[in-house]
């Protein structure tokens, strides 16, 4: 009303315009009871509006400005993946959404390594995540990968649907004894849902680890030994009348990430193992923590048998409850035109893509911000020269950095919250979220239950479900590529009762 007197078009042209560069600039969040603006449709996992990659992998339909505003989401392909190079990654900067081009997508920085992915986390930055392109509905995926070591250091191995639901693998670096198992239900924190796996060093030595995901029960198996199995039955909550199991289209998400950064919660630094050391011997030696893959093979279950199934390309989703129920199968295309795109206008831009303005006032790739301890500065300090690579060539291997960021004029937004310098909001947002998909539940066991049983691999042939325990809300976001902190449990209260549950 405001503007309506003479063109209100021009007129928020100018405001934007005006405001822009500072303040539009910014986020504009989105969570719980607050869904994102037409302008900025999609409501990215760390829980920021934006458009174009916005809408892709992560988009939550439950928080964006109309259900459909995400893309529609690849659907299921078998694969066994190895990285002879790196040509089946690309960066989320490049990516439109169209996965029979690339397999996986990345933010932060991908080497090759005698054969095998190196995934890194360069000195003061906030690490690396890889992403399928495709989604999962039920299947089962084996990583033959090893983890990064060193406190403070967290790799993760893990199922993430946009709705964010998660099946997890994590490898604490001061723990490299042990493999922990987690899964939550579109991010709804818990924190008795977390198991440890023992088993021989993870830094040292390959192992398989699979997640076999079915419609009834998920089970964590490793080096072919069920380490965990959870029966869907064991996570009815009465409350909701819903099971509280991961059950929606998910992708593959590997990652390394700072947990101990030492502008993370208290809670989560002690689950990381303690403050990062960026003159860690690999930093020292290589110029980053790493972790390696060795293969990825996905196999694809049929999807319920109840889905609605009119086509064989992508899943959408049909309404905001995310549940597997909200889910269909249809035809409809998965790529954007462009970076100005979103589901909502899949091919012309949501704003003039001819107005200079659409491109620097929206944001349209989620980033990673890279950390310091003095501060963020950014991906431009994406390693131009060739780290070492463990066990590799010298140096000479391919060697990718998201370089993206730097440069371009358009505006490419912080999705990730690590830097102190964050706005309050994504603070928040992700407060109690891990980082580069894994969200963590740190062990500030407050909580009355049976936390965890710890089965020794070898000789466990199995199991327990996770089930029983269930928390406060709080809000857990994972998140690709950036940065967040899983926070202690008190501050993830204290963080849920002052935001209403902004995030859930
Ligand atoms: C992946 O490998 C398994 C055996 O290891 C094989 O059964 C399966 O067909 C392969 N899948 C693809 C897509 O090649
Ligand atoms: C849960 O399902 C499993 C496997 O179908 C079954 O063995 C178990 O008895 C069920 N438990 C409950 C409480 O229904
Ligand atoms: C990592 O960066 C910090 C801050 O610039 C520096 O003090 C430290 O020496 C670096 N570590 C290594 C191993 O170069
Ligand atoms: C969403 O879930 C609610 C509560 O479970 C249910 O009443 C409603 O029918 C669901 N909506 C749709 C469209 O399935
Ligand atoms: C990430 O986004 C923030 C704010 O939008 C920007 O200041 C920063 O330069 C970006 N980081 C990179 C690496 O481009
Ligand atoms: C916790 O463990 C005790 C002893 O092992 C067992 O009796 C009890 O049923 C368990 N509780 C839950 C919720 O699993
Ligand atoms: C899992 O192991 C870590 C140490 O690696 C420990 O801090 C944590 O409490 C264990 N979790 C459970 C549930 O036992
Ligand atoms: C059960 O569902 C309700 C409503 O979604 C949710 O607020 C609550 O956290 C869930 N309970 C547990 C124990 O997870």
């Known amino acids: 009303m405001l503007w309506s007197a003479s063109s209100p078009i021009a007129a ?44 892709l992998g992560g988009c939550n339909p439950k928080y964006s400005f109309a259900v459909d505003s995400c893309a529609p989401q690849p659907i299921c392909v078998n694969g066994n993946y190895t990285f002879p190079n790196l040509n089946s990654l690309e960066p989320n900067t490049k990516y439109l959404g169209d996965s029979s081009q690339t397999s996986f997508v990345y933010s932060g920085y991908t080497y090759q390594s005698n054969g095998d992915l190196l995934i890194a986390m360069p000195n003061q930055t906030t690490g690396t995540v890889i992403a399928t392109s495709s989604y999962v509905w039920y299947g089962k995926v084996d990583v033959v990968m090893k983890s990064s070591r060193g406190q403070g250091v967290v790799t993760a191995f893990i199922l993430f649907s946009d709705v964010q639901d ?24 818990d924190w008795f849902n977390e198991q440890n796996i ?21 089970q964590w198996i490793v080096d072919g030994q069920v380490g965990r199995t959870l029966y869907k039955n064991s996570t ?18 590997l990652s390394i990430w700072p947990g101990g950064l030492a502008s993370n919660a208290p809670g989560t630094i002690a689950w990381a193992g303690g403050l990062i050391d960026w003159d860690s011997p690999d930093i020292q030696q290589y110029g ?5 893959i060795q293969s990825v093979n996905v196999e694809c279950y049929s999807p319920p048998s109840f889905a609605t199934q009119s086509g064989g390309k992508s899943y959408r989703y049909v309404n905001r409850n995310g549940t597997q129920e909200s889910v269909i199968i249809t ?10 795109d979103s589901g909502l206008d899949m091919s012309s831009g949501i704003l003039s893509s001819t107005s200079a303005t659409s491109a620097t006032s929206t944001q349209s790739i989620p980033n990673v911000s890279m950390v310091s301890s003095s501060g963020a500065s950014t991906a431009s300090a994406t390693t131009t020269s060739v780290p070492t690579v463990p066990g590799g060539n010298g140096g000479a291997d391919l060697q990718r950095g998201d370089s993206s960021s730097s440069s371009s004029s358009q505006s490419i937004p912080d999705a990730s ?12 947002a992700s407060s109690t979220t891990s980082s580069s998909g894994a969200i963590t539940t740190p062990s500030t066991g407050s909580g009355t239950g049976n936390r965890s049983t710890t089965s020794s691999l070898p000789s466990a042939a ?25 926070t202690s449990g008190a501050l993830a209260l204290l963080v849920a009762l002052i935001f209403g549950f902004l995030i859930l």
């Open 12 to 55: 928020v042209a100018l405001f934007a315009l005006a405001v822009l560069p500072s303040a539009l600039a910014q986020t504009v969040t989105c969570g719980s009871g607050q869904l994102c603006p037409e302008s900025a449709p999609c409501c990215s996992q760390y829980g920021e509006c934006g458009i174009g990659a916005y809408c």
């Open 166 to 189: 998660e099946i997890d693998y994590e490898f604490v670096g001061s723990d490299l004894g042990t493999v922990q198992s987690n899964f939550y239900y579109q991010g709804i924190l």
């Open 198 to 218: 023992s088993l021989s060093d993870t830094y040292a030595n390959w192992h398989t680890y699979t997640v076999d995901w079915q419609e009834d029960y998920i």
């Open 236 to 253: 009815y909550n009465a409350t909701s009348g819903e099971y509280d199991f991961p059950q929606t289209p998910s992708r593959v998400q």
């Open 288 to 292: 980053y923590d790493y972790a390696l």
């Open 331 to 340: 035809d409809d295309d998965t790529v954007l035109g462009s970076f100005d």
């Open 417 to 428: 919250m690590v830097s102190e310098s964050t706005t309050q909001s994504s603070t928040q």
């Open 462 to 486: 199995s199991t327990s479900s996770g089930g029983s325990g269930f928390s406060q809300g709080g809000s857990a976001s994972a998140n690709a590529g950036a940065v967040v902190s899983p």
